[in-house]
């Protein structure tokens, strides 16, 4: 098959989003189109309060635009019910975010396990996918160690092995080494940047962090209300 036909992992075309506050109106997306394609990472950047939260909200269908389409791995989402999007969004969106919130009383390999078993993927294929993310994450040795026994980078490389566990199409992550430091930081997001180029995942990624943006396929920015692609030159 083409690339030409090949669905976008996220396509979103004419995104508004209109928030009501008292007797007032905050648009915070003016119509916003964005498309990230299979195995590509587009950095997202953007001034604290420009939206960029809310663009991933709705991108994982956590929440409705005011107006305009989404459409993950080429399935249009605007008709669907409350159970369709939570049926793609559990088999086909993976996300990751800037604190790990694994659960405390699950060892890493079960953490992994867990999205696989809400999806109805059998234990024992679960436990083996579980293994093989843990392992290409450097934590074949850790599986049965609970988060608390685990650094903080450690814990993050267990919640994007969590994020990829059910295969997604889509793969969305605010900040997600924002709560490391500088040297576990680079470590894992080298880790994510391999992920992503080796599968057929395409993965949006709002980070305030413009070193990890030029490492990244390409940059769009966020600002009143809209994006547009950053140019090479001016990145």
Do not use: C, W
Request: net charge neutral; hydrophobic share 45%; no cysteine.
């Amino acid at each position: 098959m083409s690339d030409e036909m090949v669905p976008s992992a996220l396509r979103l075309s004419a995104i508004t989003r209109t928030f009501r506050q008292a007797d007032a109106s905050l648009e915070v997306l003016r119509g916003v189109d964005l498309e990230v394609r299979p195995g590509e990472m587009v950095a997202l950047v953007g001034p604290s309060g420009a939206g960029k939260s809310t663009l991933l909200q709705i991108a994982g269908l956590l929440e409705k635009p005011t107006s305009g389409q989404v459409a993950i791995a080429g399935q249009e989402t605007a008709r669907m019910g409350d159970r369709e999007r939570t049926q793609l969004r559990s088999t086909t969106i993976g996300f990751v975010y800037q604190f790990h919130h694994l659960l405390p009383e699950f060892t890493a390999l079960e953490n992994v396990m867990l999205p696989q078993i809400i999806a109805d993927r059998p234990k024992r294929v679960a436990r083996e996918r579980a293994k093989e993310l843990l392992d290409q994450v450097g934590l074949a040795a850790r599986t049965s160690h609970r988060p608390a026994r685990l650094s903080g980078g450690e814990q993050q490389r267990v919640a994007i092995a969590r994020a990829l566990a059910n295969a997604p199409a889509l793969l969305l992550a605010d900040e997600p080494t924002g709560n490391l430091d500088q040297g576990t930081s680079d470590g894992v997001f080298a880790m994510l940047q391999d992920l992503v180029a080796n599968s057929a995942t395409g993965a949006l990624v709002a980070t305030h962090n413009l070193d990890l943006a030029h490492r990244m396929t390409r940059i769009v920015e966020i600002r009143d209300g809209r994006v547009a692609a950053v140019p090479p030159a001016a990145a």
